[in-house]
């Protein structure tokens, strides 16, 4: 595979991933609730998995199960906010404000690890915070509650990242992984038993398949296959166009109502991840390194 065919992959991946947020916003409005829409897609993503990885999955060590088992609740926590929160705010709202987790992560690295960051990071989160209130305040200057809850699942998608950061060098990735699903499925299932349950129809089923096999299962397959064969910075600069396709399908299939504050938050939203992904001090650290 050349790195061509790998960056159409990841074009690929971020295009379906950013499909994830109206089949979200379908199967709620088809009634499911968050909890069971939820548990489904993980429980789906989890199985194929396991069916997939069960020979290397023998191999497994503790510290597999710990650092999946640590990421899994959080990129639960992730989720299960950013699903309930899709219940009162559009798709599009919410796949701008979901990405505001790479802002995140340098902060939580300031925060607990004493980085540094650049002046153009720090000019993307300028530009990020400038975006969420184009995209959420009010002219009283609240916010939506679903708003606010999205961005506590950019909270929780952060702090996975970061853990996964720290466990993957020590890590079978595929277990890692694995465990990881489960986790969420597990979490996802038991949070379910506590709700109640509707009866899954033809239009929430296709949602629900969608998320677990092609968002989770097929997308997370073609990016561990497809980032081996291109640069660092180039996987995180094609994916971080999630966001981008997210609110486009959420305003193609959806119908989401296209303003001038969605447009003017979305770009500033845009133009911040990218300034993160790709600060040229980063990528010419990462050149160096690489090199050496």
């Known amino acids: 595979m050349n790195s061509k065919i790998a960056d159409g992959l990841l074009l690929v991946v971020a295009i379906i991933w950013g499909g994830g947020f109206p089949a979200v916003g379908l199967a709620i409005e088809s009634g499911m609730g968050p909890a069971q829409l939820t548990a489904l ?30 990421a899994g609740i959080f990129l639960f926590i992730g989720f299960s906010f950013q699903t309930i929160g899709m219940q009162y705010t559009t798709a599009s709202k919410n796949a701008f404000i979901t990405s ?27 530009l990020m915070v400038l975006g969420v209130s184009f995209l959420s305040l009010e002219k009283d200057f609240s916010m939506n509650i679903g708003d606010i809850l999205t961005l506590i699942c950019a ?44 009866e899954v129809s033809f239009r929430s089923g296709i949602a629900v398949l969608y998320l677990g096999l092609l968002s989770t299962l097929f997308a ?12 660092e910075a180039k996987v995180g600069l094609i994916l971080s166009f999630e966001s981008l396709f997210g609110a486009i399908l959420s305003v193609l299939i ?18 911040a991840v990218l300034m993160i992904e790709w600060d040229p001090g980063v990528l010419k650290r990462k050149q160096v390194i690489q090199q050496e």
Do not use: E
């Open 254 to 271: 959806l119908g989401d109502p296209v303003t001038v504050k969605l447009c003017i938050g979305g770009i500033f939203s845009v133009l």
């Open 100 to 126: 505001t987790y790479v802002l995140l992560v340098p902060l939580l690295g300031v925060i607990f690890f004493k980085r540094r960051l650049s002046v153009t990071q720090w000019t993307g989160i300028l």
């Open 41 to 70: 897609r993980f429980i789906v993503a989890a199985v194929g998995m396991v069916m997939i990885f069960f020979k290397v999955l023998k191999s497994i060590k503790k510290i597999d199960v710990i650092g999946g088992v640590l």
């Open 220 to 231: 997370f397959l073609i990016q561990s296959i497809a980032q081996r064969h291109t640069s």
């Open 155 to 198: 909270i929780g998608f952060a702090v996975q990242i970061v853990i996964t950061g720290l466990f993957s060098p020590r890590c079978n990735p595929y277990c890692f992984n694995t465990i990881q699903m489960v986790t969420v499925a597990v979490l996802s299932f038991i949070w379910s038993l506590r709700m109640p349950w509707v």
